[in-house]
Nanobody, 125 residues
Framework: QVQLVESGGGLVQAGGSLRLSCAASGRTFSIYGMGWFRQAPGKEREFVSR??????????YYADSVKGRFTISRDNAKDTVYLQMNSLKPEDTAVYYCAADFHGSTIVASEYDYWGQGTQVTVSS
């Protein structure tokens, strides 16, 4: 079992920044990859970014919609993954979820094993 707790969401004006955190506990040694997803009202959950958990320097991947604006990083000593979000746009408004994958590092939500409860990000225009 892995428990994931997100924090850092809030209300920000367009062009602003937020940093989301996701603290993992439990069987963190079994995690292969961590991902961030988001879900806006009336829309399906979509991939945002992912990072490998303990291997090497951490391979990262981003959705085209956030590339160049968002940065995913990890601190294995704290069992925490971060999502630095800059140049935020109103269309970034969503509930953001982190997820843990025991088997790989993928962009497919259904392949993740554990999910956090989500944190709301609202970007005003």
């Amino acid at each position: 079992q892995v428990q994931l707790v997100e924090s850092g969401g809030g209300l920000v004006q367009a062009g602003g920044s937020l940093r989301l955190s996701c603290a993992a506990s439990g069987r963190t040694f079994s995690i292969y990859g961590m991902g961030w997803f988001r879900q806006a009202p009336g829309k399906e959950r979509e991939f945002v970014s992912r990072i490998t958990w303990r291997r090497g320097r951490g391979s990262t991947y981003y959705a085209d919609s956030v590339k160049g604006r968002f940065t995913i990083s990890r601190d294995n000593a704290k069992d925490t993954v971060y999502l630095q979000m800059n140049s935020l746009k109103p269309e970034d408004t969503a509930v953001y979820y982190c997820a843990a994958d025991f088997h790989g590092s993928t962009i497919v939500a259904s392949e993740y094993d554990y999910w956090g409860q989500g944190t709301q990000v609202t970007v005003s225009s």
